[in-house]
């Protein structure tokens, strides 16, 4: 478990309710010195980042109301400096997203991928604030039915 000096704020858009409950119990796996903020739409997201910024943001790339390429639109103009893990099954568009965004702080997970995968990224992020990209899983390891995997 991680040792945090104070709470950090972690805000989730997504708009699968599974994929935020799993990434909630993860987080709590890590620390329990997280306030975790879900979204299931981007406008509701947005409307709190203009308020308050999170310490971690996690975020899909497509859900209600904004997507998440508008999203990141939003963010860059607003010059924000804390990481953006981005999950997203559109391995073709990770370039493109950072040649667009080259002063986010933006880091990469391909769907679909493991929960230990997931694990590895947010521990990077939290312990050193830097992650690399991490590739999607082979499709021949891909098993939708094991219990820890996620797509």
């Avoid at 980042?49 to 997507?67: F, Q």
């Avoid at 947010?122 to 939708?144: H, I, W, Y």
Wanted: proline letters at 5%; one cysteine or more.
């Amino acid at each position: 478990m991680l040792t945090l000096q104070r709470k950090l704020k972690v805000f989730i858009v997504e708009d699968e309710l599974l994929n935020i409950e799993l990434y909630h119990s993860l987080l709590a796996t890590l620390s329990d010195r997280f306030q975790i903020c879900a979204f299931r739409d981007g406008d509701s997201a947005w409307e709190e980042l203009s308020k308050a910024d999170p310490d971690i943001l996690i975020t899909d790339m497509l859900h209600p109301g904004l997507d998440g390429w508008e999203l990141l639109e939003l963010l860059a103009a607003e010059k924000v400096s804390y990481p953006i893990l981005v999950i997203s099954g559109d391995h073709q568009g990770v370039d493109f997203l950072k040649s667009c965004h080259p002063n986010l702080s933006l880091h990469f997970l391909g769907k679909p991928f493991q929960l230990s995968a997931l694990h590895r990224h947010l521990v990077s992020l939290l312990e050193r604030g830097d992650a690399t990209m991490v590739p999607p899983m082979n499709r021949q390891e891909f098993s939708p039915a094991a219990a820890h995997q996620l797509t």
